[in-house]
């Protein structure tokens, strides 16, 4: 016994980490379980008089004074004795029946709001922490888990934090409470209807360990299906140019398959469930028949108390049928809390650990820094070093694979050098105030990222408080305003899922703009000249001539004619 709660309480480990929110909203959390317990007592309380007042119609319904000739306001006043005791108990069994709803409600407007506002701080955290990691860890991962983790994931945790708990708490107060009534009533009769709980409970736990394994597996198909899903979207022009719906389509249903599948198995151990629960439930009252009939017959119970009884059991009929789909729900929730705590337990690579603000010039230094990405094992920088002046200009060169944008990546710290170091200023980039750091960088990628939103919220993206001058004055620089100007809705124009609805240049400038706004101190272009015309190139690099005599710019590029306006090139092999 002692092995299977220590099995028990190893799988139920992950939930722990959520004790921390009911402290936090302990207060509702007492109300909500205060509640719960009146609901109780009340619902239970009138029980009693059910049996009371089915007794005093057994044994005074034949000496009742009633007439077919009389009214019936006539035959209640020849009977008072009688109705009046009939009148209190179904006034009692109709208020009680009122307050017992009354508190259920109340019961849910706590508990159910406290998971719904633990909901929302345990999103916000996970979304937090998605942010605080490093490019590194999420190349380790694919979006389509980490969507499935905070949305699919997390509801699984409401569903333990409010349902669940919710119906555990009633049902241990509600067996309580009936517990004290039955034993009150009748010993002997308590006895024989609660010996079956064990065994009840018994047979949930072992088919709740094996709901456990089958939510872990049906949960993995299901991020499979949100993966394949995010990566058919957001390439939907590429199947399309190649025309190749079907075998997506194909793949699709394979993979839903699958999740079906596991879905259905998991579905049908979840129904041992009731079947058990029926099967106990059919025990007790089998049991309550055969010794309640016993007793009436030899005088020493009446057919009130029986009633009692069976009501008694029936009230826990429902909270025992709901423990199967509860201890599933439990269940479900540790699964996905494990599969949310891998990745809260993940710490990000790039720490910062500097909340000093003071003034950053912009002066680079790279002292014998390699790099070796740890996925693929291949060593992109290898010793290098180099010094750019603040204020001053550094092209860099080289072939494809090279190592130009992982200079620009180590320079941002999205990464940080294997070896050697990296000096903002004289000072090791790990000192700095990262926060700090970032905010006085411009960064262009070499892949353009527009976010789903207006071509001006995008554009002032990089600032807290953008305006509109100062937008189309970043757009001329970056040479798009003409283009911007052609559209139907202007700035206001939604450029569609990663910038779908723009062409390859247009996304690039707007980049080029976005990195601009932030009037940084260091300027990063990495490759994004590329997917632009010659003449375009020269507009947009003498638009920010000026800008790049004032600001430490790093321009990775393949063309001499962006490298020619630095004061020093980098060739790598």
């Known amino acids: 016994m002692h092995r299977l709660w220590e099995n028990q309480s190893k799988r139920m480990k992950a939930l722990k980490t959520l004790n921390p929110y009911f402290w936090k909203h302990r207060v509702l959390l007492f109300w909500g379980f205060l509640f719960i317990i009146l609901s109780n007592f009340f619902a239970i309380y009138k029980i009693q008089y059910?049996?009371?007042?089915?007794?005093?119609?057994?044994?005074?319904?034949?000496?009742?004074?009633?007439s077919e000739k009389a009214g019936l306001i006539e035959n209640v006043r020849n009977n008072w004795a009688y109705f009046r005791i009939i009148f209190i108990n179904s006034g009692i069994l109709i208020g009680c029946s009122l307050l017992s709803g009354l508190f259920t409600f109340m019961m849910r407007q706590t508990?159910?709001?406290?998971?719904?506002?633990?909901?929302?701080?345990?999103?916000?955290?996970i979304y937090t922490h998605y942010q605080e990691?490093?490019?590194?860890?999420y190349k380790k991962t694919t979006i389509g888990d980490l969507m499935n983790r905070l949305s699919e994931d997390v509801v699984a945790i409401r569903m333990y934090l409010g349902p669940g708990v919710m119906y555990v708490v009633n049902l241990i107060i509600l067996l309580i409470i009936t517990s004290i009534y039955m034993f009150m009533t009748d010993l002997q009769m308590t006895l024989w209807t609660l010996i079956p709980l064990p065994i009840l409970s018994f047979g949930i736990y072992k088919v709740s360990d094996i709901i456990?394994?089958?939510?872990?597996?049906?949960?993995?198909?299901q991020s499979g299906i949100s993966t394949f899903v995010q990566d058919s979207f957001s390439g939907i022009r590429v199947v399309k140019f190649f025309s190749k719906e079907k075998y997506i389509e194909k793949n699709y249903g394979i993979k839903v398959k699958d999740y079906q599948d596991k879905a259905l198995d998991l579905a049908k151990t979840e129904a041992y469930f009731f079947t058990i629960i029926l099967f106990v439930v059919g025990l007790l009252n089998v049991a309550i028949l055969y010794i309640g009939g016993q007793k009436y017959i030899a005088g020493e119970m009446s057919v009130g108390t029986i009633a009692d009884f069976f009501m008694y059991i029936n009230m826990l009929i429902f909270p025992f049928s709901m423990l199967g789909w509860v201890t599933s729900v439990n269940q479900r929730a540790d699964a996905s809390m494990q599969r949310v705590n891998e990745f809260l337990d993940v710490k990000s690579d790039i720490i910062n650990n500097n909340s000093e603000t003071y003034p950053i010039t912009g002066e680079i230094e790279f002292r014998n820094v390699s790099y070796t990405y740890l996925n693929t094992g291949i060593k992109a920088v290898d010793n290098l070093s180099f010094k750019v002046d603040a204020g001053k200009s550094l092209a860099i060169m080289g072939k494809t694979?090279?190592?130009?944008?992982?200079?620009?990546?180590?320079?941002?710290?999205?990464?940080?050098?294997?070896?050697?170091?990296?000096?903002?200023?004289?000072k090791n980039l790990k000192t700095h105030n990262?926060?700090?750091?970032?905010?006085?960088?411009?960064?262009?990628?070499?892949?353009?990222?527009?976010?789903?939103?207006?071509?001006?919220?995008?554009?002032?993206?990089?600032?807290?408080?953008?305006?509109?001058?100062?937008v189309v004055e970043m757009a001329k620089k970056a040479d798009v305003h003409k283009n911007i100007e052609e559209f139907k809705e202007q700035y206001e124009?939604?450029?569609?899922?990663?910038?779908?609805?723009?062409?390859?240049?247009?996304?690039?400038?707007?980049c080029i703009a976005r990195a601009m706004?932030?009037?940084?101190?260091?300027?990063?272009?990495?490759?994004?000249?590329?997917?632009?015309?010659?003449?375009?190139?020269?507009?947009?690099?003498?638009?920010?001539?000026?800008?790049?005599k004032t600001t430490t710019s790093i321009i990775i590029t393949h063309r001499e004619s962006s490298a020619k306006r630095a004061d020093k090139i980098l060739y790598l092999n």
Do not use: H, W
């Open 50 to 66: 059910i049996g009371q007042t089915i007794n005093i119609i057994d044994k005074n319904y034949s000496t009742l004074n009633l």
């Open 133 to 137: 990691l490093s490019v590194t860890d």
């Open 517 to 548: 706004i932030k009037q940084p101190n260091i300027l990063i272009f990495d490759d994004c000249l590329s997917a632009l015309d010659t003449e375009t190139e020269e507009n947009i690099l003498q638009n920010i001539d000026k800008d790049l």
């Open 434 to 470: 990262l926060k700090l750091y970032r905010d006085q960088l411009g960064y262009t990628p070499q892949e353009s990222y527009l976010f789903s939103d207006t071509i001006e919220n995008n554009i002032g993206f990089a600032i807290d408080k953008p305006n509109r001058s100062l």
């Open 212 to 221: 456990n394994k089958k939510s872990k597996v049906m949960q993995k198909s």
């Open 493 to 510: 124009t939604m450029v569609g899922e990663r910038g779908v609805m723009l062409s390859g240049g247009q996304k690039q400038r707007i």
């Open 401 to 426: 694979g090279s190592g130009k944008s992982t200079i620009a990546q180590l320079i941002c710290r999205l990464i940080d050098p294997d070896e050697g170091e990296i000096l903002i200023d004289g």
């Open 111 to 125: 508990i159910i709001v406290a998971s719904r506002r633990i909901e929302y701080e345990l999103k916000n955290k």
